[in-house]
């Protein structure tokens, strides 16, 4: 039923309707990315952004400079933020809770700043980069928001049955283990440091080709779409849908990136609405709207 009605919802809705549409599923993508390494692995990642900063500019400067596709700029994203999280992570995994959290944020900070000062004369500075091609698909050009719509929602499609299918995995069964109680699980023969920077990795990875296709829709990247805010974004999307729930945290991205925008009217008061049925949602459910039932996968 989901589906069908995800697939009638060009035919249904308006153009901003399916824009906004097309922005929740790019939400979905990152906080799938993150329910990864903080539902899954238990890593307090609030820097989840500059990952997903890392793949939009790798896109960003590979189409722009090189006049390659966003098809043939995906592996490349994927590339470069997972080997940017296994750089960052090597240190960083020995902190654990909120010392992690803290410094993960330090290091979104860190990337959004080097975006801004332009590095190595590539990223545009504070202006960005424009002039991002069109994803060409069997020599379409994608350009209307149907056609995203389609793109992002069957990434989605393909990134719930990936992360379905490794949630059933022994390598899913070690992180959960792994997250539950980490010393019965190196008891149990778990390598726990290896699991989490395996999941680290991967999440971080996934990210970077959720920001392809960011970079594929705004057709212009700049260090202001990838702030602080964006990785609290992502991280209120996991924790109010479930962490470690894959329908929860698709719920979460519904109800974090797409009811502030149906109430756009109220302007600046629709933040302070939204934060506070976050803060009662915290107190009244911390479990989450639709948490992983005990000893299930995602």
Known sequence: LLVAALGAAPLALSRYGVDLLVNVGIYALLALSLNLVLGEAGLYDMGHAAFFAVGAYTTAILSTRLGLSLFATLPAAALVAGLFAALVALPLLRLRGDYLLIVTVGVGEIVRIALVNDVLGLTGGANGIFGIPRPVLLGVKLKSPAQLFALVWIAVGLTVLVFRRLSTSRFGRQLRATCDDEVAAEGSGVDTARARLTAFVLGSAWAGMAGTLFAAKMSVVSPESFGF???????????????????????????????????RGLASARMLVFGLALMVMMVVRPQGLWPRRAGSAA
């Open 229 to 263: 805010q964006e990785s609290v974004v992502v991280f209120a999307m996991v924790l109010l849908g479930g962490a470690g729930s894959i329908p929860g945290v698709l719920l979460g991205a519904f109800l974090v990136a797409g009811l502030p925008e149906l109430f």
